[in-house]
């Protein structure tokens, strides 16, 4: 039976919670026992709320740990929590054993940012990961091996980003990065030109990657229930890294026999490239191609095998020189570098100095500029004159190069500064500065937990994006917003959003999250290319540029109408302020809501509900006006409509577009039913509002021809300088994550008007009441007829609400007792027509409504005889 291989052994970690989780009392729905891992999904309401995975090992890291005097985490008695030692032992000693074994070994992690991967491959501190504790065992079992054997150690390090290896182990790497081959020969994959270097000793390591067949996968899981969604995805990833076959094959290596093979290759080789005809493996169908296509695919052939001579070269260099001469010469390479490190180290005790930040806390602290002499220039290497400290990439004022400053000298005393500063506190310092409230998260909900660790996560992000719009001057800016619920088209959370604008016309489009992660990525290339000499970057089409998007309506604003008064049968009629997602005042939208009969038309002004649980189980209908709107900005000229939608309806209702006017009138009306009212519908008119999208037109139009003339850099710097003096001038408190509901204070306005409406109806019954008691008392005696007064007065109680009906039943148990007692002769009846007070139902009344109900009190009661 042919061998099917090895699968990839799987294991996964759930991490202890940050200091932000723990800020904001987060829960876990990670659960281990065993092998077994289970995820909780905390938002479900399905009897199936959890879901569950088996892996080689599942390790508890989360809690039950102690930290010991040396500052090592131990688990505490009886309890599952997983060390790093305990993970080395599963994991990084079969790695080694293997390696041992002649076996290529790989152990790589997989998982979110921030889920632990660092913490689990190299460790922090004390607490040493898989690869040091590796190095360290590696050495040791050298040291303690057989004198008749000898080993050979190199190692490499390598980036990938944006499509292209660089190799850190060099200070200059070509244009367009280290080209990644296939030697047919070998049957694997290899970098050309990476640098190996020899090492003798784990000091001389700072990173180990390797790539092979003994396969390990170690997936980081972040426990907190903010994260369910990006937790299952590693889950469900590590399941199916299961199903993955290696077939291992141990590495030999005969000298004779490899020497002779790389030179019987090369002559072959030479040969087909002298000859022009392709190798074997390289045979391909010529026909249906172009002469320019054959010719460029000549040319590749060409190339791939120039790149084996070279690569079969260098391994007869590497086969000729003896390991010894090799060490030797790395060693003294490996000194050099040492002692400069040492002398930087001395050096931080006695000058002032910048040290790096980065979103890997591995990667923090490596990069320190001095500061010497009385002033320190800061620039890139073209810059003139030459700065003292030269930054190379992006934004070099950006968050592309984040450094804390520390003088030995003259140490901060400053009490409110938190003791560690590191990337993410530096980030949350930025998300403030820019006007986002990063305070606790105590009180917010998950989705408006995951909006301000998203912000914390894309706005370094932004900042490359703006950078690079800069370098290559696209005219485009770009920054980070928060759109609530209420202001988005069938919204259910606040988003993370980001807005790029067109600097020279002001044209603005908003991206989802995920569309502007695609776009970066483009951006990245496009800018890799343009520092690799790439003329076409500047000629290629605005259809692949990532910086160009078609235009398309923008969102100018939002209002809410509150529909309080529809439960009372009463109408809303108001001018609202138009606010865009930072509360900008951007115009004033007049809204009409009035209840109707089914075909539109209006009610009898005498209809009211004293008691909106009247209204159930009884159709209602109500009509919903946009009259007009005021809009602030000139620009929004070319074209203005609004879009709504009414309780739980699924299609938004659009008004016409109107151009030419700041002022536009739609005059558009919709007429909504309710078959039969519920309880719903009720809480609906109690709490809850129509939301009015204000939409404008954008049209490509052409650039104002001052900002032609400048650069992008120039024109976000302006616009910089302008929103400050906006912002000192307007004082425009924090964007918080917590408000993705209406305005309170519109609610407020919304529920005093109706008050006031109330009020206002129920003293036009009083006074038609007053009036109908004093044409009675008016009468002669003998046409004062009980029937007819008693219809009177029922058509204008019943027209108003239960109060006012109660006493209508009052009055004709008066009416039938009188005529009981006097047998239909002509009586006396006392008829106290009280005034209504507006039942504010315990609310404060307004001014102008305590004075109304003053004068409601002063009025006399009607005697009817």
């Not at 997936?219 to 990006?230: G, Q, V």
């Not at 009898?604 to 007009?628: C, I, R, W």
Request: net charge neutral.
């Amino acid at each position: 039976m042919a061998d099917k291989g090895e699968s990839v052994k799987v294991a996964v970690r759930v991490r202890p919670f940050n200091q932000r989780e723990n800020d904001r009392a987060a829960k876990c729905i990670i659960e281990m026992q065993g092998t077994s891992t289970k995820i909780t999904n905390p938002d479900t309401s399905d009897f199936v709320s959890f879901l569950q995975f088996s892996f080689d090992y599942s390790y508890w890291s989360h809690d039950g740990f102690t930290e010991s005097a040396d500052g090592i985490l131990e688990g505490k008695p009886g309890s599952k929590y997983a060390s790093q030692q305990i993970v080395f032992d599963d994991l990084g000693q079969g790695v080694l054993d293997n390696a041992f074994k002649g076996f290529n070994c790989s152990l790589f992690a997989y998982g979110q940012t921030g889920s632990g991967k660092s913490y689990s491959m190299v460790g922090y501190g004390k607490n040493r990961g898989i690869v040091p504790i590796t190095c360290d065992e590696l050495f040791n079992a050298m040291a303690k091996g057989k004198s008749d054997i000898k080993y050979q150690i190199t190692f490499s390090m390598l980036e990938i980003y944006n499509e292209q290896v660089r190799d850190l182990l060099q200070k200059v790497t070509p244009k367009g990065g280290l080209q990644v081959r296939q030697n047919p020969k070998l049957g694997l994959f290899y970098v050309q030109d990476l640098r190996k270097v020899a090492v003798g000793s784990y000091k001389e390591i700072e990173k180990r990657i390797a790539e092979g067949s003994k396969t390990v996968m170690i997936a980081a899981l972040s426990p907190a229930d903010i994260n369910y969604d990006e937790t299952l995805g590693t889950l469900r990833y590590a399941d199916r890294a299961k199903k993955i076959k290696n077939k291992a094959v141990i590495n030999e290596n005969p000298l004779d026999k490899l020497i002779r093979e790389l030179r019987e290759e090369n002559e072959k080789l030479k040969k087909a490239l002298s000859s022009g005809s392709a190798l074997p493996t390289e045979q391909v169908t010529m026909s249906g191609l172009t002469a320019e296509e054959r010719e460029e695919m000549r040319k590749q052939m060409e190339e791939e095998i120039r790149a084996q001579l070279m690569a079969n070269m260098e391994a007869l260099e590497e086969s000729g020189s003896s390991w010894e001469e090799k060490a030797a010469r790395d060693h003294a390479e490996f000194d050099a570098e040492n002692k400069a490190v040492v002398m930087t180290e001395a050096r931080k005790n006695k000058e002032p100095y910048f040290m790096n930040l980065n979103v890997d806390p591995l990667l923090s602290g490596l990069v320190v500029h001095f500061l010497g002499g009385s002033q320190t220039t800061i620039g890139r290497k073209d810059a003139e004159p030459t700065p003292t400290v030269i930054l190379s990439g992006l934004s070099i004022a950006g968050s592309n190069h984040m450094y804390i400053f520390k003088n030995p000298l003259k140490p901060c005393k400053d009490r409110k500064l938190a003791e560690t500063i590191d990337w993410e506190f530096a980030q949350t310092e930025i998300a403030q500065a820019k006007g986002f409230a990063t305070g606790g998260m105590a009180g917010l909900s998950k989705d408006q937990q995951r909006a301000q660790e998203q912000v914390l996560e894309i706005l370094p992000l932004v900042s490359e994006a703006n950078a690079i719009s800069e370098e290559l001057n696209k005219h485009k800016g770009f920054e980070v917003v928060l759109i609530s619920a209420a202001a988005q088209e069938g919204g259910k959370e606040t988003k993370v959003m980001v807005k790029m604008k067109n600097l020279l016309n002001g044209n603005t489009w908003l991206w989802e999250r995920g569309k502007f992660m695609n776009r970066r990525y483009l951006m990245q290339d496009l800018y890799q290319r343009w520092l690799d000499g790439d003329e076409d970057v500047n000629k290629i089409p605005k259809e692949e540029d990532p910086f160009w998007e078609p235009t398309e309506d923008v969102m100018i604003g939002s209002c809410n109408a509150f529909l309080q008064s529809l439960g009372y049968a009463l109408d809303f009629d108001d001018g609202l302020a138009v606010t865009d997602y930072k509360g900008t005042d951007e115009g004033t939208m007049y809204i009409n809501i009035t209840p109707c009969t089914q075909t539109g038309k209006p009610i009898d002004e005498d209809m009211f509900v004293d008691d909106p649980f009247e209204l159930l189980g009884k159709p209602f209908h109500f009509k919903v006006n946009v009259k007009s709107c005021d809009v602030n900005k000139a620009r929004y000229s070319k074209g203005l409509f609004v879009k709504y939608r009414v309780h739980d309806q699924d299609d938004y209702t659009q008004t016409k577009t109107l151009s030419g006017s700041l002022s536009p009138e739609w005059n558009h009306s919709k007429v909504v039913s309710f078959p039969s009212m519920t309880k719903d519908h009720l809480e609906y008119f109690d709490s809850g509002c129509i939301t009015f999208l204000l939409y404008g037109v954008q049209e490509d139009t052409m650039p104002d021809s001052n900002l032609s003339k400048m650069s992008t850099k120039e024109i976000r710097e302006m616009e910089s300088i302008q929103s400050k003096a906006n912002n000192m001038k307007l004082r425009r408190k924090d964007t918080q994550f917590g408000l993705d509901t209406p305005s309170d204070l519109t609610q407020i306005k919304a529920e005093y008007v109706l008050l006031q409406k109330k009020f206002d109806r129920l003293e036009r019954k009083e006074r038609r009441l007053q009036d109908i008691c004093k044409d009675w008392e008016n009468k002669p005696v003998e046409q004062q007829q009980y029937e007819p007064f008693f219809r009177a007065v029922s058509a204008v109680a019943y027209s108003t609400g239960t109060k006012l009906k109660t006493r209508v039943h009052l009055i004709n148990r008066i009416l039938q007792g009188h005529k009981s007692v006097q047998g239909g002769a002509a009586g006396v009846a006392s008829v106290n027509v009280m005034q209504q007070t507006n039942n504010t139902n315990g609310k404060t009344k307004s001014p102008k409504a305590n004075k109304k109900q003053d004068k409601a009190e002063n009025s006399k009661t009607c005697l009817v005889m």
